[in-house]
Nanobody, 115 residues
Framework: QVQVLESGGGSVQAGGSLRLSCAAS????????MGWYRRAPGKQRDLVAS???????NYVNSLKGRFTISRDNAKNTVYLQMNSLRPEDTAVYYC?????????WGQGTQVTVSS
């Protein structure tokens, strides 16, 4: 019923930037919270940032200042601007969409940062 698609990943040198996009489609009345998570090889999926439907962001302390989350409710899209990337940021980044108490996940987009 709801599909979630991430895009914008790629390979960059340390210090570079990427902007990820996530678009939700299907039978959607409105989207509540949206968020970005990441999973490094062999590790669990961890929260990067989330944002309420009113546009209030929430970041983990270790990433605040380098990453910026935003959304466009008219397009059912959430973005993640990533600056000053570091090798430890290398991971598959996933988008989470909350719709009327249900959550939907995308398949992820790869981000690779080399030094």
């Amino acid at each position: 019923q709801v599909q979630v698609l991430e895009s914008g990943g790629g390979s960059v040198q340390a210090g570079g930037s990427l902007r990820l996009s996530c678009a939700a489609s299907g039978s959607i009345f409105y989207i509540n919270d949206m968020g970005w998570y990441r999973r490094a090889p062999g590790k669990q999926r961890d929260l990067v940032a989330s944002i309420t439907r009113d546009g209030l962001p929430n970041y983990v302390n270790s990433l605040k200042g380098r990453f910026t989350i935003s959304r466009d409710n008219a397009k059912n899209t959430v973005y993640l601007q990533m600056n000053s990337l570091r090798p430890e940021d290398t991971a598959v980044y996933y988008c989470r969409v909350n719709v009327i108490g249900r959550e939907y996940w995308g398949q992820g987009t790869q981000v690779t940062v080399s030094s």
